[in-house]
């Protein structure tokens, strides 16, 4: 049986073998909109940051390498061990295992220095029984874009634990001409507008990078409750 773990898993293995980059294209355009488009025109400190579902995206080593501090969530194990080569902490690293309510395991590993922590396991049991703490921006990078409809609200319900009142959300995913099928599914300001209340667009970017045939698309949001 192929289960959805089965597919993440080879998806990975496939990209850091060699294959197709699919999400991982852009890396360079997509830190630079981060860092000057977005957040640092907004005056949004990223000193604490949390990356939901945050495979081995590039922005958490460079935040680590800049001094900052970040908390990751990521299903797919072999993913989460290529975001902790990526910062090149230094020191051994604390590793940590959990049993959840359900019985099933949920990884913790932090560097030495504290500055970087990422979980591997269930996105939506790490927040709901183990992540107690809040964050002031939060980055999803094709994670909500990546669910299909009838898991947004259950995602939604986690940000809103994680996520400090006032603090901002950086929401990246794409627009595509097929707008009932994916993942990535299709994201629309108007989407984005529905489906995100209590949140106000301060900003929006499309096409900021070329991926055929999708069209990337990202909005900082902040959070009015």
């Not at 910062?87 to 590993?109: L, R, V």
């Not at 259950?154 to 627009?175: F, H, N, R, S």
């Not at 001409?177 to 929006?204: A, Q, V």
């Amino acid at each position: 049986t192929i289960t959805k773990m089965n597919r993440w898993e080879s998806a990975w293995t496939d990209i850091i073998g060699g294959g197709p980059p699919r999400w991982k294209a852009g890396e360079a355009v997509q830190n630079y909109v981060l860092l000057s488009n977005f957040l640092a025109e907004k005056n949004v400190s990223t000193e604490k940051v949390f990356i939901p579902l945050a495979g081995d995206h590039a922005f958490a080593p460079l935040l680590y390498k800049r001094g900052s501090s970040f908390v990751a969530t990521e299903l797919v194990r072999i993913a989460a061990m290529q975001l902790r080569n990526r910062c090149e902490c230094e020191g051994e690293w604390k590793e940590e295992s959990f049993t959840s309510s359900e019985g099933t395991t949920i990884e913790c590993w932090t560097s030495k220095d504290g500055r970087a922590r990422i979980w591997v396991g269930d996105h939506f049991t790490i927040v709901n029984e183990f992540e107690k703490e809040q964050y002031p921006v939060l980055i999803d990078k094709d994670a909500f874009g990546a669910l299909p409809v009838e898991k947004r609200e259950e995602y939604q319900a986690t940000i809103k634990k994680i996520l400090a009142p006032g603090g901002y959300v950086y929401l990246e995913g794409k627009e595509r001409d097929d707008i009932e099928n994916g993942p990535p599914f299709h994201l629309s300001r108007e989407l984005i507008e529905n489906s995100w209340k209590g949140y106000e667009i301060l900003d929006h970017k499309q096409n900021f990078y070329e991926l055929p045939p999708f069209f990337p698309v990202v909005f900082l949001l902040k959070r009015q409750e």
